[in-house]
């Protein structure tokens, strides 16, 4: 595991033109390239790029030292150490009310957190609030 942990946030999807649509009768070929494109661009498939920006990077130490200041067997705190045990996790709409709510209690902790915590949880509650406003987007937790 890397010595770094990024929070990726979903920035814009797009149809990857250069994907190989098969080929179909000529008068049928225009029609099958529509229903292939609009079957790529409503579902999350072969064709989609997902463009993923980098808004909070942090220490693997510190991600550790911060994660283990929610509640021990908290929800909360079994989905952030994902991360720890997987490398990777993904964080979807139905996961913001209780993130949220867990580290908003922390930072309204008095000296729980530190200056950079701080500062972590407040960008980390700001891609909460994006995720939140916009289904379709979603936040990775990983190393490069």
Known sequence: MADQVFFYRLSRKFVDEQFDVPPAPAKETE???????????????????????????????????????LPEGSEARRKMEGFLTFGEITIYREHCHMLACAFDRLRKAEGVLDEQELGWTNTFMDQLTALFNDPHMYLMVRSR
Request: net charge neutral; charged share 20%; aromatic share 10%.
């Open 31 to 69: 029609q099958a390239r529509e229903v292939i494109y609009y079957s790529l661009a409503i579902g999350h498939h072969l064709g989609i790029v997902d463009c993923l920006r980098a808004d909070l990077v942090c220490s693997l130490t510190g991600y550790r030292d911060w994660v283990a200041k």
